[in-house]
Protein backbone atom coordinates (compact mmCIF):
# COMPACT_ATOMS: atom_id res chain seq x y z
CA UNK A 1 0.00 0.00 0.00
CA UNK A 2 2.43 2.21 0.80
CA UNK A 3 4.78 1.33 -2.47
CA UNK A 4 0.99 2.04 -4.07
CA UNK A 5 0.55 5.79 -2.36
CA UNK A 6 4.21 6.49 -3.29
CA UNK A 7 3.36 6.02 -7.28
CA UNK A 8 -0.13 7.98 -6.61
CA UNK A 9 2.12 11.46 -5.75
CA UNK A 10 5.37 11.22 -7.93
CA UNK A 11 6.68 14.31 -8.79
CA UNK A 12 6.58 15.67 -12.53
CA UNK A 13 9.75 14.67 -14.21
CA UNK A 14 9.76 11.09 -13.15
CA UNK A 15 11.11 7.72 -15.39
CA UNK A 16 7.65 7.08 -15.93
CA UNK A 17 7.37 10.81 -17.07
CA UNK A 18 10.41 11.12 -19.38
CA UNK A 19 9.41 7.61 -20.97
CA UNK A 20 5.83 8.51 -21.77
CA UNK A 21 7.36 12.18 -22.76
CA UNK A 22 10.07 10.55 -25.05
CA UNK A 23 7.42 8.68 -27.15
CA UNK A 24 4.96 11.20 -27.87
CA UNK A 25 7.46 13.59 -29.25
CA UNK A 26 8.72 11.12 -31.21
CA UNK A 27 5.51 10.38 -32.71
CA UNK A 28 4.53 14.20 -32.81
CA UNK A 29 7.57 15.37 -35.40
CA UNK A 30 6.50 12.21 -37.59
CA UNK A 31 3.03 13.19 -37.56
CA UNK A 32 3.71 16.65 -37.73
CA UNK A 33 6.05 16.09 -40.77
CA UNK A 34 3.37 13.54 -42.34
CA UNK A 35 0.29 16.22 -41.97
CA UNK A 36 2.22 19.58 -43.03
CA UNK A 37 3.15 17.56 -46.12
CA UNK A 38 -0.58 16.17 -47.25
CA UNK A 39 -1.79 19.25 -46.55
CA UNK A 40 0.78 21.04 -48.63
CA UNK A 41 0.28 18.19 -51.23
CA UNK A 42 -3.65 19.19 -51.33
CA UNK A 43 -2.96 22.96 -51.29
CA UNK A 44 -0.93 21.94 -54.68
CA UNK A 45 -3.56 20.34 -56.36
CA UNK A 46 -6.28 22.74 -55.63
CA UNK A 47 -4.27 25.80 -56.89
CA UNK A 48 -2.80 23.88 -59.45
CA UNK A 49 -5.44 25.48 -62.30
CA UNK A 50 -4.35 28.56 -61.88
CA UNK A 51 -0.55 27.79 -61.60
CA UNK A 52 -0.04 26.07 -64.76
CA UNK A 53 -2.40 29.18 -66.21
CA UNK A 54 0.28 31.64 -65.11
CA UNK A 55 2.96 30.09 -66.39
CA UNK A 56 4.85 31.08 -63.46
CA UNK A 57 8.50 29.21 -62.97
CA UNK A 58 8.59 26.21 -60.86
CA UNK A 59 11.15 28.14 -59.09
CA UNK A 60 8.48 30.82 -58.01
CA UNK A 61 5.73 27.96 -56.90
CA UNK A 62 8.20 26.16 -54.54
CA UNK A 63 9.25 29.79 -52.94
CA UNK A 64 5.33 30.13 -52.65
CA UNK A 65 4.95 27.71 -50.75
CA UNK A 66 7.99 27.17 -48.74
CA UNK A 67 6.59 30.33 -47.68
CA UNK A 68 3.49 28.97 -46.74
CA UNK A 69 4.30 26.61 -44.99
CA UNK A 70 4.31 27.89 -41.36
CA UNK A 71 1.03 28.88 -41.70
CA UNK A 72 -0.09 25.62 -41.97
CA UNK A 73 1.99 23.90 -39.86
CA UNK A 74 0.12 26.10 -37.50
CA UNK A 75 -2.94 24.72 -38.99
CA UNK A 76 -1.89 20.89 -38.39
CA UNK A 77 -0.14 21.25 -34.66
CA UNK A 78 -3.09 20.65 -33.06
CA UNK A 79 -4.26 17.41 -35.16
CA UNK A 80 -0.42 16.21 -35.32
CA UNK A 81 -0.95 16.15 -31.56
CA UNK A 82 -4.33 14.49 -31.13
CA UNK A 83 -2.87 11.47 -33.39
CA UNK A 84 0.41 11.52 -31.09
CA UNK A 85 -1.61 10.88 -27.78
CA UNK A 86 -3.67 8.63 -29.22
CA UNK A 87 -0.93 6.63 -30.88
CA UNK A 88 1.58 6.81 -28.07
CA UNK A 89 -1.51 6.11 -25.25
CA UNK A 90 -2.66 2.94 -27.37
CA UNK A 91 0.42 1.58 -28.25
CA UNK A 92 1.37 1.66 -24.33
CA UNK A 93 -1.83 -0.40 -24.37
CA UNK A 94 -1.08 -2.91 -26.68
CA UNK A 95 1.82 -3.76 -24.78
CA UNK A 96 -0.31 -3.88 -21.69
CA UNK A 97 2.09 -1.03 -20.08
CA UNK A 98 -0.73 0.88 -19.06
CA UNK A 99 -2.20 -2.01 -17.05
CA UNK A 100 1.04 -2.58 -14.89
CA UNK A 101 1.50 1.22 -14.72
CA UNK A 102 -2.37 1.36 -13.45
CA UNK A 103 -1.73 -1.82 -11.49
CA UNK A 104 0.75 0.29 -9.70
CA UNK A 105 -2.23 2.94 -8.02
CA UNK A 106 -1.05 5.63 -10.90
CA UNK A 107 -4.15 7.11 -12.22
CA UNK A 108 -4.87 7.36 -15.81
CA UNK A 109 -5.11 11.21 -15.15
CA UNK A 110 -1.30 10.90 -13.83
CA UNK A 111 -0.27 8.57 -16.67
CA UNK A 112 -1.34 11.66 -18.91
CA UNK A 113 -0.09 14.66 -17.31
CA UNK A 114 3.49 14.60 -18.84
CA UNK A 115 1.32 14.67 -22.57
CA UNK A 116 -0.94 17.92 -21.15
CA UNK A 117 2.28 19.53 -19.86
CA UNK A 118 3.83 18.70 -22.76
CA UNK A 119 0.63 20.72 -25.26
CA UNK A 120 -0.01 23.31 -22.74
CA UNK A 121 3.85 24.08 -24.25
CA UNK A 122 3.16 23.39 -27.61
CA UNK A 123 0.21 25.86 -27.45
CA UNK A 124 2.14 28.01 -26.26
CA UNK A 125 5.15 27.85 -28.87
CA UNK A 126 2.20 27.45 -31.18
CA UNK A 127 0.91 31.34 -29.97
CA UNK A 128 4.47 32.45 -30.20
CA UNK A 129 5.20 30.92 -33.57
CA UNK A 130 1.76 32.48 -35.33
CA UNK A 131 2.68 35.90 -33.89
CA UNK A 132 6.68 36.06 -35.17
CA UNK A 133 7.09 33.44 -38.24
CA UNK A 134 3.52 33.39 -39.45
CA UNK A 135 2.66 36.64 -40.54
CA UNK A 136 6.19 37.10 -42.17
CA UNK A 137 5.97 34.56 -44.30
CA UNK A 138 2.50 34.56 -45.20
CA UNK A 139 2.88 38.24 -46.17
CA UNK A 140 5.54 37.09 -48.50
CA UNK A 141 3.95 34.10 -49.73
CA UNK A 142 0.65 36.13 -50.89
CA UNK A 143 3.05 39.04 -52.17
CA UNK A 144 4.32 35.75 -54.32
CA UNK A 145 1.07 34.97 -55.13
CA UNK A 146 -0.28 37.76 -56.29
CA UNK A 147 2.48 40.07 -58.09
CA UNK A 148 4.96 37.10 -59.72
CA UNK A 149 1.97 34.22 -60.31
CA UNK A 150 -1.10 36.30 -60.35
CA UNK A 151 0.65 39.48 -61.99
CA UNK A 152 -1.33 41.88 -59.80
CA UNK A 153 0.22 45.19 -58.82
CA UNK A 154 0.20 45.25 -55.23
CA UNK A 155 -2.20 48.47 -54.05
CA UNK A 156 -1.78 48.67 -49.99
CA UNK A 157 0.06 48.32 -47.57
CA UNK A 158 -2.74 47.58 -44.92
CA UNK A 159 -4.83 44.98 -46.85
CA UNK A 160 -8.58 46.25 -46.98
CA UNK A 161 -7.99 49.72 -45.75
CA UNK A 162 -5.93 52.76 -46.63
CA UNK A 163 -6.15 51.35 -50.14
CA UNK A 164 -4.33 53.66 -52.48
CA UNK A 165 -4.68 53.00 -56.53
CA UNK A 166 -3.56 55.30 -59.26
CA UNK A 167 -5.81 56.29 -61.61
CA UNK A 168 -6.02 58.51 -64.91
CA UNK A 169 -4.49 61.97 -63.91
CA UNK A 170 -5.73 60.82 -60.28
CA UNK A 171 -4.80 59.40 -57.23
CA UNK A 172 -7.71 57.31 -55.03
CA UNK A 173 -7.40 56.41 -51.68
CA UNK A 174 -10.27 53.95 -49.79
CA UNK A 175 -10.63 53.87 -45.74
CA UNK A 176 -11.99 50.50 -46.35
CA UNK A 177 -13.08 47.82 -48.44
CA UNK A 178 -15.52 45.18 -47.61
CA UNK A 179 -15.38 42.35 -49.28
CA UNK A 180 -18.53 40.52 -47.97
CA UNK A 181 -20.89 43.49 -49.14
CA UNK A 182 -18.61 44.25 -51.72
CA UNK A 183 -18.67 47.97 -50.93
CA UNK A 184 -16.04 50.77 -49.95
CA UNK A 185 -16.01 53.54 -47.75
CA UNK A 186 -14.56 56.33 -47.31
CA UNK A 187 -13.20 56.94 -51.20
CA UNK A 188 -11.07 60.13 -52.03
CA UNK A 189 -10.08 60.75 -55.43
CA UNK A 190 -7.30 63.53 -56.06
CA UNK A 191 -7.70 64.82 -59.52
CA UNK A 192 -4.41 65.97 -60.87
CA UNK A 193 -3.18 68.64 -63.50
CA UNK A 194 -0.29 67.75 -65.97
CA UNK A 195 2.15 68.80 -63.77
CA UNK A 196 1.09 66.64 -60.61
CA UNK A 197 -0.43 69.46 -59.17
CA UNK A 198 -3.56 68.69 -57.37
CA UNK A 199 -6.85 69.95 -59.62
CA UNK A 200 -9.76 69.42 -57.61
CA UNK A 201 -10.87 66.03 -55.00
CA UNK A 202 -13.64 64.20 -54.70
CA UNK A 203 -15.31 62.51 -51.42
CA UNK A 204 -17.53 59.54 -51.43
CA UNK A 205 -18.74 58.76 -48.51
CA UNK A 206 -19.61 55.13 -49.86
CA UNK A 207 -19.59 52.93 -53.25
CA UNK A 208 -21.06 49.79 -54.05
CA UNK A 209 -20.58 47.36 -56.91
CA UNK A 210 -22.96 46.80 -59.15
CA UNK A 211 -23.62 45.75 -62.69
CA UNK A 212 -19.85 45.30 -63.01
CA UNK A 213 -19.32 48.97 -61.97
CA UNK A 214 -19.01 51.18 -58.54
CA UNK A 215 -21.55 53.11 -58.63
CA UNK A 216 -22.13 56.21 -55.28
CA UNK A 217 -25.81 58.04 -54.36
CA UNK A 218 -23.96 61.00 -53.46
CA UNK A 219 -20.54 62.68 -53.71
CA UNK A 220 -18.69 66.13 -52.86
CA UNK A 221 -16.11 67.92 -55.04
CA UNK A 222 -13.65 70.14 -54.13
CA UNK A 223 -12.49 72.44 -56.82
CA UNK A 224 -9.04 73.89 -56.74
CA UNK A 225 -9.66 77.82 -57.69
CA UNK A 226 -6.67 79.85 -59.70
CA UNK A 227 -7.14 82.48 -56.35
CA UNK A 228 -6.19 79.21 -53.79
CA UNK A 229 -9.91 78.90 -53.01
CA UNK A 230 -12.24 75.70 -52.90
CA UNK A 231 -15.45 75.49 -54.71
CA UNK A 232 -17.52 73.02 -53.71
CA UNK A 233 -20.24 71.10 -55.27
CA UNK A 234 -22.38 68.03 -54.73
CA UNK A 235 -22.88 65.45 -57.45
CA UNK A 236 -22.81 62.23 -58.19
CA UNK A 237 -19.34 61.55 -59.01
CA UNK A 238 -18.32 58.47 -61.65
CA UNK A 239 -15.43 56.64 -59.38
CA UNK A 240 -12.48 55.93 -61.86
CA UNK A 241 -11.68 52.61 -60.46
CA UNK A 242 -11.17 50.06 -62.67
CA UNK A 243 -10.38 47.24 -60.28
CA UNK A 244 -13.33 44.53 -59.22
CA UNK A 245 -13.75 43.29 -56.31
CA UNK A 246 -12.02 40.22 -57.10
CA UNK A 247 -8.50 41.87 -57.63
CA UNK A 248 -9.40 44.06 -54.47
CA UNK A 249 -9.95 40.92 -52.34
CA UNK A 250 -6.76 39.21 -53.96
CA UNK A 251 -4.56 42.35 -53.24
CA UNK A 252 -6.04 42.23 -49.32
CA UNK A 253 -4.03 41.09 -46.77
CA UNK A 254 -5.56 38.00 -44.44
CA UNK A 255 -5.30 37.66 -40.98
CA UNK A 256 -2.58 35.16 -40.97
CA UNK A 257 -1.08 38.36 -42.35
CA UNK A 258 -1.21 40.48 -39.41
CA UNK A 259 0.39 39.70 -35.67
CA UNK A 260 -1.97 39.25 -33.04
CA UNK A 261 -0.90 43.02 -31.79
CA UNK A 262 -0.92 44.48 -35.31
CA UNK A 263 -4.81 43.15 -35.84
CA UNK A 264 -5.72 45.01 -32.61
CA UNK A 265 -4.40 47.99 -33.75
CA UNK A 266 -5.95 47.93 -36.97
CA UNK A 267 -9.30 47.45 -35.59
CA UNK A 268 -8.51 50.73 -32.90
CA UNK A 269 -7.81 52.50 -36.19
CA UNK A 270 -10.54 51.66 -37.97
CA UNK A 271 -12.89 52.25 -34.97
CA UNK A 272 -11.89 55.54 -34.71
CA UNK A 273 -13.00 55.94 -38.51
CA UNK A 274 -16.78 54.39 -37.89
CA UNK A 275 -15.66 51.50 -39.93
CA UNK A 276 -17.42 48.03 -39.03
CA UNK A 277 -14.72 46.19 -37.12
CA UNK A 278 -17.01 42.69 -36.69
CA UNK A 279 -14.77 40.50 -38.90
CA UNK A 280 -11.63 41.20 -37.55
CA UNK A 281 -12.34 41.00 -33.80
CA UNK A 282 -13.60 37.37 -34.66
CA UNK A 283 -9.93 36.97 -36.38
CA UNK A 284 -8.27 38.67 -33.32
CA UNK A 285 -10.32 36.30 -30.80
CA UNK A 286 -9.30 33.25 -32.54
CA UNK A 287 -6.12 33.75 -32.68
CA UNK A 288 -6.30 33.30 -29.26
CA UNK A 289 -8.49 30.20 -29.59
CA UNK A 290 -6.76 27.98 -31.79
CA UNK A 291 -3.59 27.74 -29.84
CA UNK A 292 -5.29 26.02 -27.38
CA UNK A 293 -6.12 23.43 -29.83
CA UNK A 294 -3.43 21.24 -28.43
CA UNK A 295 -4.44 21.02 -25.38
CA UNK A 296 -7.90 20.17 -25.97
CA UNK A 297 -6.76 17.41 -28.79
CA UNK A 298 -4.84 15.80 -25.06
CA UNK A 299 -7.85 16.11 -22.77
CA UNK A 300 -10.53 14.48 -25.76
CA UNK A 301 -7.37 11.61 -27.12
CA UNK A 302 -6.76 10.03 -23.57
CA UNK A 303 -9.95 8.10 -22.89
CA UNK A 304 -10.17 6.81 -26.16
CA UNK A 305 -6.64 6.01 -26.30
CA UNK A 306 -7.02 4.07 -22.64
CA UNK A 307 -10.76 3.39 -21.98
CA UNK A 308 -11.15 2.41 -26.06
CA UNK A 309 -8.03 0.58 -26.41
CA UNK A 310 -6.76 1.99 -29.35
CA UNK A 311 -3.80 -0.72 -29.18
CA UNK A 312 -1.51 1.36 -31.40
CA UNK A 313 -3.34 0.95 -34.58
CA UNK A 314 -2.55 3.40 -37.03
CA UNK A 315 -4.98 3.74 -39.01
CA UNK A 316 -7.41 3.58 -36.32
CA UNK A 317 -5.79 6.25 -34.69
CA UNK A 318 -5.78 8.44 -38.01
CA UNK A 319 -9.39 7.92 -38.51
CA UNK A 320 -10.73 9.02 -35.27
CA UNK A 321 -8.06 11.88 -35.63
CA UNK A 322 -9.56 12.49 -38.51
CA UNK A 323 -13.60 12.70 -36.85
CA UNK A 324 -12.41 14.49 -34.37
CA UNK A 325 -10.64 17.27 -36.51
CA UNK A 326 -13.80 16.91 -38.86
CA UNK A 327 -16.16 18.12 -36.01
CA UNK A 328 -14.17 20.60 -34.64
CA UNK A 329 -13.20 22.51 -37.82
CA UNK A 330 -16.86 22.19 -39.41
CA UNK A 331 -17.68 23.78 -35.35
CA UNK A 332 -15.11 26.32 -35.87
CA UNK A 333 -16.00 27.43 -39.58
CA UNK A 334 -19.65 27.44 -38.59
CA UNK A 335 -19.20 29.70 -35.66
CA UNK A 336 -16.54 31.84 -37.44
CA UNK A 337 -19.33 32.44 -40.50
CA UNK A 338 -21.84 33.57 -37.78
CA UNK A 339 -19.26 36.44 -35.68
CA UNK A 340 -18.32 37.80 -39.18
CA UNK A 341 -21.92 37.83 -40.36
CA UNK A 342 -22.61 39.86 -36.76
CA UNK A 343 -24.92 37.21 -35.59
CA UNK A 344 -22.85 36.48 -32.24
CA UNK A 345 -20.64 38.49 -30.88
CA UNK A 346 -16.65 37.95 -31.44
CA UNK A 347 -16.07 36.36 -27.93
CA UNK A 348 -19.00 33.01 -28.56
CA UNK A 349 -17.77 32.77 -32.15
CA UNK A 350 -14.19 32.48 -31.44
CA UNK A 351 -14.29 30.44 -27.81
CA UNK A 352 -17.63 28.31 -28.19
CA UNK A 353 -15.95 25.22 -30.36
CA UNK A 354 -13.13 25.12 -28.08
CA UNK A 355 -16.18 25.34 -24.68
CA UNK A 356 -17.87 22.61 -26.30
CA UNK A 357 -14.75 19.96 -26.76
CA UNK A 358 -13.19 20.95 -23.46
CA UNK A 359 -16.34 20.07 -21.47
CA UNK A 360 -16.67 17.07 -23.15
CA UNK A 361 -12.74 16.17 -22.84
CA UNK A 362 -12.82 16.93 -19.36
CA UNK A 363 -16.09 14.75 -18.98
CA UNK A 364 -14.54 11.58 -20.23
CA UNK A 365 -10.89 12.60 -18.80
CA UNK A 366 -11.79 12.77 -15.31
CA UNK A 367 -14.77 9.90 -15.41
CA UNK A 368 -11.46 7.33 -16.57
CA UNK A 369 -10.40 4.89 -13.36
Known amino acids: MTERARHRTMPLGSILDRYISAGFLRV ?39 FKAPLLISRVVGFATLFSTLFCLGLLARTQEITAIRSSGVSVQRIALPLLVLSLLISGLTFFWNETLVPIFSRNAQQIYRTEIKQKQQLSLFGTRNIWIRGDASFINIDNFDPRTNSLQGVTVFKLNRDFSLHSLIEIPSAQWRERNWHTDAAIEWELQEDGKLNRTQSVANIPITETPEDLKLLARDAEEFSYFDLEKQISDMKTKGIDTTAPEVDLQIKLAIPLVSFLMVLLATPFAIKRQMSGNISLSFGVTMAIAFGYWVLTAFCTSLGHGGALPALPAAWIPNIIFSMIGIYFFTSEE
Open 28 to 66: FAISLAVITGLYLTADFFERIGSLLESGAPVLTVLRYFL
